[in-house]
Every structure is written in C-alpha cells, then in structure tokens.
C-alpha cells in the first residue's frame, strides 16, 4: 500500500487547512485510515481515524470540534479538515492505513511520508 499525503502549508492562527490522502497498491476498503501528526521533540500522537465505509470515526479528545476526518472510497483518498488552527497544531501530519482501528502509531504498518503544517501566530 502507497500513501500520498499532501496538503499542509503555512497558515495563520485562526485559518484553516484541508490534508489528502491518496492511497494506491491495495483495496482502499480494505483499511482503517487514520491521520496522525509529530510536532519537533515530540511523540506521534493519533489525531483522528474513520472505518472503512466511513460510517464510524475515532477522534482524540483534545482535538475534537476542531478537525474532521472523511473518506471517498470512489477516489481512494482520505481528508482531514482542519479548522481554527493554533500554533500547537504545528507539526508533521501523517495518514497511515490498518485494518482495524488502533490509535497506536505502532501498531500500523502503512504511512505516508508526512506533511507540515505550520500555524503562525
């Protein structure tokens, strides 16, 4: 499974920013798409999930009302909107692919090469 994910940019305080991810070599269905960011000197940590029919999404508590997950399965990709964003958004964002949930980073196998993000304020 190859994971493209693009997207991020410099941003103000206050604005938002959509991230992609494209996903090609394997059933898109097949997976659980998660996104999840590192800022410098820190550990990944899981931002948000959504199941395979994007019936169900996992979120972290810190971030929920703020950033939304989607997927559309018709073009094997999976969003995150991020809204109101504050200079601790800024980080390294990542989507990464499993078939189950978990929001472990360990736990998954399959990631995209990151993308940055970075809020001014």
């Known amino acids: 499974v190859q994971l493209q994910a693009s997207g991020g940019g410099l941003v103000q305080a206050g604005y938002s920013l959509r991230l992609s991810c494209a996903v090609s070599?394997?059933?898109?269905?097949?997976?659980?798409m998660a996104w999840f960011r590192q800022a410098p000197g820190k550990e990944r940590e899981f931002v948000e999930a959504?199941?395979?029919?994007?019936?169900?999404?996992y979120v972290s508590d810190s971030l929920k009302g703020r950033f939304t997950i989607s997927r559309d399965n018709a073009k094997n990709t999976v969003y995150l909107q991020m809204n109101r964003l504050k200079p601790e958004d800024t980080a390294l964002y990542y989507c990464a692919a499993r078939y189950e949930f978990s929001n472990a980073p360990n736990d998954y196998t399959y990631w995209g090469q990151g993308t940055l993000v970075t809020v001014s304020s």
């Open positions: 959504i199941s395979q029919s994007g019936g169900t999404t």
């Open positions: 070599g394997r059933t898109f269905t097949n997976y659980i």
